[in-house]
T-cell receptor, first 111, second 115 residues
């Protein structure tokens, strides 16, 4: 059973702070990693993908991958109230193109 | 580019009734997925189509759920008979190819309530 674990939160941060969201996975052969943002009542939206160890930056978002420790994280710099949403981590293994989703972490950015 | 279209947006039915959901993927996307998202959980794959063929339906409860993708474009997902635990949002997603490196584009979903 492939597992993707996320703390359900909520994670509450003040506006302008860095929000750090974490995800661990159980399958060592996982190769592709994704972060989706889901606003309440809306469908998930892909915001980041990462495939190799290290950091990948896109605007205020940075994805970090450490395959040895089996975790992937998402940093959101200069957090805004509009970033308040649930962030879903998704992981797929080399043998499957179907990602397994975590349950998501609720982020609240308060003014 | 038009997104993934789904209908209806909301549906309320009584247990043991049947229901059907419709999805039209992004034009040219060969791969189509149906996901079930129960409140407070991440999406769970029900079925994947590549064109009009089924690639993975290992998590589809086949005693009550069925899906088809005729002509490799639109898809329908049916539940018959519905149970209370089927209450969830049913998401359709499509991608250009089967490789997840392209990421998914999700539709707006159908929120099903079984009473």
């Amino acid at each position: 059973q492939k597992e993707v674990e996320q703390n359900s939160g909520p994670l509450s941060v003040p506006e302008g702070a860095i929000a750090s969201l974490n995800c661990t996975y159980s399958d060592r052969v996982s190769q592709s990693f994704f972060w989706y943002r889901q606003y309440s009542g809306k469908s998930p939206e892909l915001i980041m993908s990462i495939y190799s160890n290290g950091d990948k930056e896109d605007g205020r978002f940075t994805a970090q991958l450490n395959k040895a420790s089996q975790y992937v994280s998402l940093l959101i710099r200069d957090s805004q109230p509009s970033d308040s949403a649930t962030y879903l981590c998704a992981v797929n293994t080399g043998g499957s193109y179907i990602p397994t989703f975590g349950r998501g972490t609720s982020l609240i950015v308060h003014p | 580019e038009a997104g993934v279209a789904q209908s209806p947006r909301y549906k309320i039915i009584e247990k043991r009734q049947s229901v059907a959901f419709w999805c039209n993927p992004i034009s040219g996307h060969a791969t189509l997925y149906w996901y079930q998202q129960i409140l407070g959980q991440g999406p769970k794959l029900l079925i994947q189509f590549q064109n009009n063929g089924v690639v993975d339906d290992s998590q589809l409860p086949k005693d009550r759920f069925s899906a088809e993708r005729l002509k490799g474009v639109d898809s329908t997902l049916k539940i018959q008979p519905a149970k209370l635990e089927d209450s969830a949002v049913y998401l359709c997603a499509s991608s250009l190819k089967g490789e997840s490196g392209y990421g998914y584009t999700f539709g707006s979903g159908t929120r099903l309530t079984v009473v």
